[in-house]
């Protein structure tokens, strides 16, 4: 069967057909309408991915709705419908239209969770949108929200690094944005005093900082070791280990554990560097 027999035919009654006869046909033809309902919702599923490729993301949209509603057990409508909505989301712009956009996108990776509730592309789906909608305005409990997704992918999959990694990165934005705030609010007390990034921090302002995100730091430097440990070359993983390494130096009480936090920073974002230049290489090599 394709779409175009699911088109309206004609036909005429006989009043000779017994009862048992009319039953069938109503039963067949139910069936066959359910079915035209497939392949149609397949045909606009098909159609939606076209138009996706080509960048028309609004008529890609009609087309994974109309897919869903023709059938509501097409996962992958479902799933190409949240991607768009998340693709024409703009991380930071203010507007209604885009605040929408993000929302339609959770909503629509939540509906597939809600169905299948394993399913990883909708838990990667949720996770990166809410990352991506946490940061302006900066909002600490979405960021967190963000975590738990990469976290339930982890508990399905350990053996994938990408989680461990965003996990990372995660820790790493909400702790670098508690330091500035804490480096700010101390040069306000102290009438503009300047306290650059790489100056260790005040004894009062750094036990603060400890006090509230020492145990996020740790999380996150123990999920970029595992990351790489799964993925050796994973140079963006050693890129944010060297970004909280020095977050962590300034949790250091004295200037030697300091020294060797900043060391150990060094050490990978020099070996990321190492690890770019290689993959840059590799293909002039082949």
Known sequence: ????????????????????????????????????????ARDDLNKGVAAYRDGKFDQSIEYFKQAKDLDPSLTNARLYLATAYATQYIPGAPS??????GQEAVKEFQDVLTADANNISAIDGIGSILYNMAGTPYNRSRFEESKTYHMKHISLKPEDPEPYYWIGVIDWTVAYRANLEMRGQWRIKNQGKALKDEDPMPADVRDAYTKEDGQLIDEGIQNLHKAIDLRPDYDDAMAYLNLLLRRKADQATSADD???ALKQADEWIDKAKEIKQKKMEAPAKS
């Open 1 to 40: 069967m394709n779409v175009a027999a699911c088109s309206p035919g004609s036909g005429k009654s006989n009043n000779h057909v017994s009862l048992a006869l009319l039953v069938l046909a109503a039963l067949a033809i139910s069936f066959g309408a359910a079915g035209c309902d497939k392949l149609r």
């Open 258 to 260: 300091r020294a060797s």
């Open 96 to 101: 209604d239209e885009n605040i929408r956009m």
